[in-house]
Structure formats: structure tokens, C-alpha cells
């Protein structure tokens, strides 16, 4: 409860438009989440640099081994030891990442904006060629749409044949008119339809 009293009684420390943190502290942060060995990564890609680790010693009896481990990014160099590979690789790279923040800092690149074509508000192309490889069920739903109508309807009217050579004949219902058509299989008798339409 004192303590309460005493911090209301400080003064409020003012904050930035950054929460009160400037960019470097804003980075700080984030990396706070990350290993010393991404952190040494991220900082060697940013600046084209080559990152090597290597083991350059052990030592010690099976059950206490020692190691010791070289990180080279750049002309950077640094060695950790430690009683596991990987303690010693985390050392040598907080050890070079001390000497990586020390260099002086990119200069930002604004990334150009990208540009996007806006789409037109049919869908509907009004060009004689247009069309010509599509599938005509596609294209005659696409008119459909456009007109803001609804679908064709495709009904299996009959059917003949032997098998593999059937005949179907399908009826496309449209809100303005009907037709009909018969081809030798269920899609191509569909194609036939929208085509005719």
C-alpha cells in the first residue's frame, strides 16, 4: 500500500508518439524475442555479409567436455566456449553481435509503391475476338453475370446411343428464351448450347 502512495506521488514520465521509446529501443524490443545466432543472421543478410560458425576445440574428458566455437561475419570475428556446442555457439555470436551493433546504421530505402491496374466494372469484353477460345458455358455465364441475370439452367432432356457413343440432348433455360441442342457427350452438348445462345 506504500508503495502505491510513493509511485502516485512521482511524476508521470512523458511518453513520445512512439510510446515513450525511440526507433532503436522500438528494434531492441523485437529483438528481445530472438537468439543471439538469428540476431547475428538477420544483421549479416541485411548487409551481405558471409556468417560461418565452426567448432575450433574440444577438450575435456566425455562426461565434461569443453568447446570452443569461432563465428566469422565479415571481417568480424569472435569465440565462445562453453560446456555444449550450442552454448558456445551462442556465446561467439553475442560476442560479435556486440561488435555488429556498433556499426553505423543502414540507410533506409523507401520501396517503391506498386501500382495496380484498376479492373473494369464489366466483365463483359465488347471486342469481335474476344471469346473465340473460351469455353462458351464460361462466356455465357459471363454475359449473365454482367446483365446481373441469372445463370442458364441446363436440363438432360433424353438421352441415346451405346455406350461411348451417346447422344444427349440438353435444354438451357434462360429468362428470355430457350433453346436446344444435341451433341454426342453431356459437355459438348452443353458447349453446344452456350454457343448457340
Request: charged share 30%; no cysteine.
Amino acid at each position: 500500500m506504500k508503495a502505491l502512495q510513493a509511485l502516485q506521488n512521482e511524476p508521470i514520465p512523458e511518453k513520445s508518439a512512439q510510446n515513450g521509446e525511440s526507433g532503436k529501443e522500438m528494434d531492441d524490443d523485437k529483438d528481445a524475442n530472438k537468439s543471439e545466432i538469428s540476431l547475428v543472421f538477420e544483421i549479416a543478410l541485411k548487409r551481405n555479409m558471409p556468417v560461418s560458425f565452426e567448432v575450433i576445440k574440444e577438450s575435456g574428458p566425455p562426461h565434461m567436455k569443453s568447446f570452443v566455437t569461432r563465428v566469422s561475419v565479415g571481417e568480424f570475428s569472435a569465440e565462445g566456449e562453453g560446456n555444449s556446442k550450442k552454448l558456445s555457439k551462442k556465446r561467439a555470436a553475442t560476442t560479435v553481435l556486440q561488435e555488429l551493433k556498433k556499426l553505423p546504421p543502414l540507410p533506409v530505402v523507401e520501396k517503391p509503391k506498386l501500382f495496380f491496374k484498376k479492373r473494369p466494372k464489366t466483365i463483359v469484353k465488347a471486342g469481335p475476338e474476344y471469346g473465340q477460345g473460351m469455353n462458351p458455358i464460361s462466356r455465357l455465364a459471363q454475359i449473365q453475370q454482367a446483365k446481373k441475370e441469372k445463370e442458364p439452367d441446363y436440363v438432360l432432356l433424353s438421352e441415346r446411343g451405346m455406350p461411348r457413343r451417346r447422344e444427349f440432348v440438353m435444354q438451357a433455360r434462360l429468362p428470355a428464351w430457350l433453346k436446344h441442342s444435341s451433341v454426342k457427350a453431356m459437355l459438348d452438348r452443353q458447349e453446344e448450347v452456350s454457343k448457340e445462345l
